[in-house]
């Protein structure tokens, strides 16, 4: 199997294939043959259906940047790794049937992704900023019962979520909720704090990782002026990645967000899936004035 499945990919290199179909392989790790000096570089659609893989390589874009098109239902992807935010001309991605319990942010990074499959794992939440593409047309996250919220940007997607909220969730002390009425949405892990509608002014540190955040991202002739920046590791990373934008305007948030929610049943799409779900749209503000003048149908 091994020799034939290196032929394949061998033969594929050759020949400039812009398909390949390795479905059925009883794939373990991502084969190191499609790794192999500059990869595929060809290649557009790749088709890796039932297998057992558990994870992806963090040089995939490097090695497949001209892939369109990415088929993995019905793996054991735990996690998908944040590089894959850089295949910068993927339109279709097939992550269904999968062990998925986050989704990286820089799945939101994907401007020519159109449809997205992650239907039939074990999602809790939804990155913030996924779906600010106009691109983006499909989204299915259908039978993940612990998803109790879907991010803003989404609503007015074609939008799968029959199955969704079915389960009762377990409150456990390192995640954090929201609560509106009747409905619980427990919020990404990376979300340190959650801002009330009579707040009159943002922490410190928030106001002091925007400050920096608007800094760092001014034009390049600009940064000369600047003196480097002494900060922690993990606020570094905070920096470089802010835990999503304000769906009011669009300003970066780092540790604190003032979220909204948005029965399914208020929506244009409560007709598709009256009865199957009790998923919510869940805005994320970036101050008590953004949560107070934010309205997800105007």
Known sequence: MASELCKTISVARLEKHKNLFLN???LHHFPLELLKDEGLQHLERLYMKRNSLTTLPENLAQKLPNLVELYLHSNNIVVVPEAIGSLVKLQCLDLSDNALE???????????????????????????????????????????????????????????CSGCGARVQVS??????FSSGQLTVFLPAEVKAIGMEGDRILPLQ????????RACHRPLRDLNCLSPISLPRSLL????????????????????????????????????????TTVSFVAYCCSAQCLQTFDLLS
């Open 172 to 177: 456990e002390a390192k995640l954090l909720s």
């Open 102 to 160: 986050i989704v990286c942010p820089e799945i939101g990074r994907l401007r020519a992704l159109r449809h997205l499959r992650l239907a039939n794992n074990q999602l809790q939440s939804l990155p913030a900023d996924l779906g600010r593409s106009r691109e983006l047309q499909y989204v299915y996250v259908d039978n993940n019962t612990d998803l109790k919220g879907l991010p803003s940007y989404l609503y007015n997607k074609v939008i799968g």
């Open 237 to 276: 990373e905070l920096l470089l990645c802010p835990l999503g934008h304000c769906h009011r305007c669009s300003e970066p948030m780092f540790t604190i967000v003032y979220p909204k929610l948005f029965p399914l049943r208020e929506t244009p799409m409560a007709g598709l899936h009256q009865g199957r």
């Open 24 to 26: 059925y392989k009883n």
């Open 206 to 213: 928030e106001l002091a990782m925007r400050s920096l955040h």
